[in-house]
């Protein structure tokens, strides 16, 4: 019957929409506009009661926000997503259409919809593709909140029939980031020969041999029939990672064909390449509601989920209507399905958390009917960039036939990811891993590499075995290489009329000198030199491990114990690759192992110990223990400092001379027992003071007449630090601070520095807040530390800040080619 479907349009075009003009002569590559909604309690709670979701976050209460679910989005994106399907040139029978799928994305960074959002939606028809069932629309709808897109969402219909019109189908899509390793140099004289490829925007100074590229590409195909292509395009992006952690495009893919049975480009990549953030699937999924399954029943009648979404479809609620499409009932829509299903997953999989469910993408397989019961089964089968991926089965009680498949992504609960610092170390760490983990042992390999070229040592041997002895030969050119690298290193002390002097680290090694021996009584793994760079590897493999897995989240908060920092910050940030990572924590453990005077054996008369202030008394508070270590110093005259607070009246570390914290520990033991209060002492202080003094008096007496070397014991409130014997972080190290700014700052290069990975998630030692590109943050830095190179860039704010807003800031450099604005303090 001639213009029977275009009848049929205007029909549901009305059911839909009303008197708005229909125009069936759109493009169908226009852009589909649905126009502004402004998002109400009223409509929230609606949507929310017609599918059953009684989350917490849609109830309206005073002072809190009202989140809209991620479901709504179909109903503030209905007109621009249903839109595209009315074009005359989709000659299809809409009594025949159903509704495929539909996929929820919210797109990274954004946040929920919420009451008082005001939204705009537009829509695009991504595919139009005639398949054996019918003829499949893909459309996406893109959702915008104050000009931002915040989520996508993306539906298939089906016409079903026989459709050949070939001529009106097509397919476009962003094809899934993929990389290619090219091992060899067939590889890439394979790579090169490809005239799609397109190779000038290579830098001269890049070697493509053994490096990995990242192709993301989006592919415009249109279909001659079934199986031929009429013409295809490829185009977009080969971008490069750097050792420095900088990506750049070093080259472009440009494709266009007629007639053609594939498309050479994605083939090229499926053979030789592999996905990028690849999910990573469990053995054995794990069921997320018990052994038996969740359970739903369709409504009775469809109206209310018709009324709240728009979608007036008479074959959802009218018996006649759908009887003359052949259906055997009103079909319970299927968005309703999708949203009654969804709200599980939010629930089971994100503990009602709505921020963490962050994609849904919903089959409809099978059909419901009014009151049928629904069964679903959840189970988390495997993790993709640190979401979890939720698999979801809703299946007919009855007939057991399957109604719908689904897939969620749910990010995990707020991470922070937390680096231990010095202390921690134990022989055989990270070996078990080691062998087991292929990404962790490249992190061990490089940096043996790295060790032995350089210094002439492995990290895994003494990890492995704990020598107290290894002996670092000389010979040969290669031997020649490594002693000047020794001989070239230098720190700086400070003498006693207070001049600063450079000396040798190594002063034993010259020119002559055919070996040198490090040696430590209790193991090479507990010399700080060695110590730091093992610690650092362990846990930079240990989290590359967890990476690989898809285990760790996007955005995590991070922060690292003192020699842990550097972990955080190479594994978290990638401030730093592998090698410069050693070599600046080999270069920090050195200069405090040399800091230090030692005896023959290699010991020296230094260590530190934790101290919580609570075991001794309620009234012994921070305060009281400064107080105590105070006058431990000023009467001893050995070092004693306060060096790490983390946790108010509780957890404290102390640095000092073993002589000093022996008297402290014996100083806070007399107290105890004692009962005595030192707050009410403090009120007379000067009477606190010299009470204060006797005890410490004979404490350190009792300190003196122990054996040497001295050995730190457990007391009521303090416990010694095994294995650490430099007071780290106390003024007796400063002077080391200016020569390892120097030698640090020359192995990061500033191209590293990627401000979105640290701003309000990497939490700094000195400050122990997130980290800001604020003038309030940096004038909070310098009251701590009096930085010069934190003042340079205060009294400049305003300058770089202009420069930043006219994009001139890169040309204010350094001596050493570092931007030095508020991004190169970072």
């Not at 849609?58 to 997503?81: Q, Y």
């Not at 899934?176 to 004289?189: E, F, G, N, Y």
């Amino acid at each position: 019957m001639e213009g029977r479907n275009d009848r049929i349009k205007e029909f549901y075009w009305r059911a839909w929409f009303g008197n708005d003009e229909l125009d069936l002569d759109a493009l169908v590559t226009s852009q589909f506009d649905g126009g502004k909604t402004t998002i109400t309690t009223e409509a929230i709670n609606d949507f929310v009661h017609a599918v059953g979701n009684t989350g917490e976050a849609f109830v309206d209460r005073p002072g809190k926000t009202v989140f809209a679910p991620m479901d709504f989005a179909i109903v503030i994106g209905w007109k621009a997503i249903t839109k595209p399907i009315f074009p005359r040139t989709i000659d299809g029978d809409l009594l025949k259409l159903v509704h495929l799928s539909n996929e929820f994305r919210m797109l990274h960074g954004a946040e929920p919809l919420k009451k008082g959002d005001v939204v705009s939606t537009t829509a695009q028809i991504n595919a139009i593709i005639n398949q054996e069932s019918g003829k499949m629309v893909e459309v996406c709808g893109t959702l915008s909140r104050d000009g931002s897109p915040v989520m996508e969402v993306t539906s298939q219909f089906l016409y079903r029939g026989a459709y050949t019109d070939y001529e009106n189908t097509f397919q476009r899509k962003t094809e899934t980031p993929m990389q290619v390793h090219l091992a060899t140099s067939r590889d890439v004289a394979v790579l090169k020969s490809k005239q799609w490829f397109n190779a000038d925007e290579i830098p001269t100074e890049i070697e493509l041999l053994g490096q990995t590229l990242t192709f993301r590409l989006q592919s415009l195909v249109r279909f001659k029939n079934k199986s031929v292509f009429s013409s295809v395009e490829t185009r977009g992006q080969v971008l490069l990672e750097l050792p420095t952690k900088e990506v750049i495009q070093v080259a472009s893919v440009d494709y266009e064909a007629g007639e053609s049975h594939g498309n050479p480009v994605i083939d090229y990549l499926t053979r030789n390449g592999s996905t990028l953030d690849q999910p990573i699937n469990f053995e054995n999924p794990i069921p997320l509601s018990g052994k038996s399954p969740l359970q739903l029943r369709a409504p009775t009648s469809n109206e209310i989920y018709a009324r709240v979404s728009g979608d007036y479809n008479p074959i959802h609620v009218s018996r006649v209507f759908s009887s003359y499409a052949d259906l055997p009932g009103t079909i319970t829509h299927g968005m309703y399905s999708s949203a009654a299903v969804r709200s599980l997953v939010e629930t089971w999989a994100a503990e009602n958390n709505i921020g963490r469910v962050r994609s849904f993408h919903a089959s409809l397989v099978g059909m419901v009917l009014p009151n049928d019961d629904i069964q679903v089964k959840l189970q988390h089968t495997g993790m993709v960039s640190g979401r979890k991926i939720i698999k979801v089965e809703a299946s007919n009680k009855e007939t057991e036939e399957k109604v719908l498949l689904g897939e969620a992504e749910v990010e995990q609960p707020v991470t922070a990811y937390v680096f231990t610092g010095q202390g921690s170390q134990e022989q055989g760490m990270g070996m078990e891993l080691y062998a087991s983990s292929p990404v962790a042992k490249e992190v061990w390999d490089r940096a043996d590499t790295y060790l032995m070229d350089n210094y002439g040592f492995s990290i895994t041997n003494i990890v492995k075995n704990n020598p107290k002895e290894l002996t670092i030969h000389f010979g040969g050119p290669r031997g020649k290489a490594i002693r000047q690298n020794y001989m070239a290193m230098t720190f700086e002390t400070v003498a006693a009329d207070g001049s600063v002097k450079s000396e040798k680290i190594f002063k034993e090694i010259d020119e002559s000198t055919t070996s040198y021996t490090y040696r430590s009584p209790t193991g090479l793994l507990s010399a700080t030199q060695f110590t730091q760079p093992a610690l650092t590897l362990m846990e930079k493999a240990s989290f590359e491990d967890m990476k690989s897995k898809g285990l760790v989240p996007r955005d995590s908060t991070f922060a690292g114990h003192s020699l842990g920092e550097y972990s955080a910050l190479a594994a978290l940030a990638e401030v730093m690759p592998i090698e410069s990572l050693v070599s600046v924590v080999f270069y920090r453990g050195l200069t405090m192992q040399v800091a230090v005077e030692r005896d023959a054996a290699g010991r020296s008369n230094y260590s530190m110990c934790a101290v919580n202030p609570s075991r001794i008394s309620k009234t012994f508070t921070e305060e009281a223990l400064q107080f105590v270590v105070d006058n431990i110093a000023d009467e001893t005259g050995w070092l004693l400092e306060i060096v790490n607070y983390n946790i108010v009246n509780m957890q404290y570390v102390c640095a000092g001379d073993l002589r000093a914290l022996d008297t402290l520990a014996g100083v806070t033991n007399f107290l105890k027992k004692q009962q005595i209060d030192i707050e009410e002492m403090r009120s007379n202080i000067e009477e606190a003071k010299g009470a204060l003094r006797e005890i410490i008096r004979g404490c350190a007496e009792a300190t003196l007449k122990k054996p040497t070397p001295l050995e730190l014991e457990r007391g009521f409130a303090t416990i010694p630090l095994r294995g650490i014997d430099v007071p780290f972080h106390s003024t007796f190290l400063r002077s080391g601070v200016k020569p390892f700014r120097s030698f640090l700052m020359k192995k990061i290069n500033k191209t590293t520095i990627d401000p979105s990975k640290l701003v309000g998630k990497y939490i700094p030692n000195v400050t122990a807040k997130p980290f800001a590109l604020t003038k309030e943050y940096f004038e909070d830095v310098y009251k701590l530390t009096n930085s010069p190179k934190i003042a340079n860039v205060l009294a400049n704010w305003d300058k770089y800040a202009q420069e930043e807003v006219n994009g001139t800031g890169d040309s204010e450099s350094g001596s050493n080619g570092h931007y030095e604005g508020p991004g190169a303090a970072a």
